[in-house]
């Protein structure tokens, strides 16, 4: 439902990690060959490998094959160890090769000690085999591949922008970006799980990685021990991406009132406005006149600072506490007719092309997309007379409109299966809306609890708020789950 996005993929973009390069040869388990990793931020006992899964799961014997690259830091304490817990990332398109390195740290001790921390590579991204579109290097700004709409808030030039990268992706993508998908990375899971020898594994998921863990526990719920969700959306089989690009709308909502508070806070160095609501007025006018007449900004994507420029800062800015002094920055500064902060590194167009290929692949192999213009174009009309803060863009065009393949079978997610999930989430979450989460944790019935969070921000773990901490570590140490719902 981590985490840069691109296009207007609901669930965070993750931010895509370096792909690690293996030296030296250590420790072996069953089905798999483990190397030492190097690499920027990779804790000295994370150790790499390489596993063969099948290209083509309908021919899983006899056909082509890919590599997904693995990870893992082992339990300190083989004596405690009661089995794997394999972190999930987000995206579509996100790395998690280096999660046992980095996310996986911020668990409490007593659950490091108790599991083997895996992470991994989807097929497609970072070390595994690696996907490109040969997107022209203009298109991949986020900006633009999220479907804004035109300054008027017309669809003429998202329509034109989003064909082409449909057909840069049939005619370069090839069978791997046909083999991307949810269900598809689903069983790719269950290949890691069968190399790693285990009967049963741990999962922690947050954003898409949710989606990715809900698929597995439908498709695998056998092979599921304690499955852990932080941050996720509506599971709605005829939906899934579609419905969560649409809640992008729902959840600024929820979240933009937290970042005008602070913006408007007595003393705050970066104050926009005396109040919350000037705050929202400040934003909105601010953008509008962007719009019309875009500021100059060397070193950004696009050298400018457009109206969707502004809201696309504004989004990301809304996913941690910590990014409201640069939304705030950027405003007053394009108010004022001052130099502008710097802007914020891109990613390397390699790792670009890899998790924007992933991520369309994943949009419109997943489910079917509308293919009427003017659908899309009164949608956008309606979502931007009544979600002014995002103008339109949760109801652009993506490039599943143009897209030619057949999509994947449904997967309903339901309460058949074992009661083992947990779900996180913040009550007021701009990526993946709590509205969206309790259709999943309705989904799931019996099987699953939830531990909502009175807070804001895409992912929960790990909280200011300790009982939400508590219940985690709860969970993932015994398997104790709270008796009902709870909020903290």
Not at 7 to 13: M, W
Not at 135 to 142: H, N, P, S, V, W
Not at 156 to 174: F, I, P, Q, S, W
Request: charged share 20%; aromatic share 6%; glycine share 10%.
């Amino acid at each position: 439902m981590k985490t840069t996005v691109r296009i207007g993929v609901v669930l965070g973009l993750a931010a895509v990690a370096s792909s690690l390069v293996v030296a030296c040869d250590s420790a072996s388990s069953p089905g798999i060959a483990w190397t030492s990793c190097q690499g920027p931020g990779v804790d000295s006992r994370q150790e790499c490998a390489t596993i063969s899964v099948p290209l083509d799961y309908t021919h899983p014997n006899d056909g082509e094959r890919v590599a997904v690259a693995v990870s893992r830091i082992r339990s300190a304490h083989p004596e405690r160890r009661r089995g794997v817990l394999l972190l999930v990332p987000g995206g579509p398109g996100g790395s998690g090769l280096n999660l046992p390195s980095t996310a996986g740290q911020g668990l409490p001790g007593p659950v490091r000690e108790e599991y083997d921390l895996v992470g991994f590579d989807p097929r497609g991204v970072g070390a595994s085999t690696a996907a490109n579109c040969h997107i022209a290097r203009e298109y991949l700004a986020t900006e633009r591949l999220r479907p804004w709409p035109d300054a008027d808030g017309g669809i003429t030039a998202n329509v034109e922008l989003e064909r082409r990268v449909a057909d840069a992706c049939v005619r370069d993508g090839g069978a791997l970006v046909r083999s991307i998908g949810t269900r598809t990375e689903a069983r790719d899971i269950d290949r890691i799980r069968a190399a790693l020898g285990e009967e049963r594994i741990a999962a922690w998921g947050t954003s898409y990685g949710t989606y990715v863990l809900s698929v597995y526990a439908t498709l695998f719920g056998e092979h599921t021990d304690r499955i852990l969700l932080d941050s996720s959306d509506d599971p709605d089989p005829d939906q899934v991406e579609r419905t969560w690009l649409g809640n992008y709308a729902v959840g600024v909502e929820d979240r933009f009132p937290d970042f005008a508070r602070w913006a408007a806070a007595d003393g705050n160095p970066d104050r926009v406005a005396q109040t919350p609501e000037a705050v929202r007025s400040e934003f909105l006018t601010l953008a509008a006149h962007l719009d019309r007449e875009p500021l100059p900004w060397p070193g950004a994507e696009l050298a400018i600072l457009s109206g969707n420029g502004l809201r696309q800062i504004m989004l990301d800015g809304l996913y941690k506490d910590e990014r409201f002094p640069y939304v705030a920055q950027v405003i007053n500064a394009a108010r004022r007719g001052s130099t502008l902060p710097a802007a914020r590194p891109t990613p390397p167009e390699q790792a670009a092309q890899a998790s924007t290929a992933v991520m369309v692949a994943t949009l419109c192999n997943d489910v079917a997309w509308p293919t009427s213009v003017d659908e899309y174009a009164s949608a956008v009309a309606a979502d931007r007379a009544r979600y002014p803060l995002t103008a339109g863009m949760p109801r652009g065009v993506a490039p599943c409109a143009f897209w030619p393949y057949p999509v994947a079978p449904r997967t309903v997610v339901d309460s058949s299966g074992p009661s083992n999930v947990l779900l996180l989430q913040n009550l007021r979450d701009p990526l993946t809306p709590y509205s969206g989460a309790l259709r999943l944790r309705q989904a799931f019935g019996d099987r699953a609890r939830m531990v909502a969070v009175d807070g804001g921000g895409h992912g929960v773990y790990p909280s200011p708020v300790a009982c939400a901490n508590d219940a985690v570590e709860r969970f993932l140490r015994d398997g104790t789950r709270p008796d009902r719902d709870l909020t903290c």
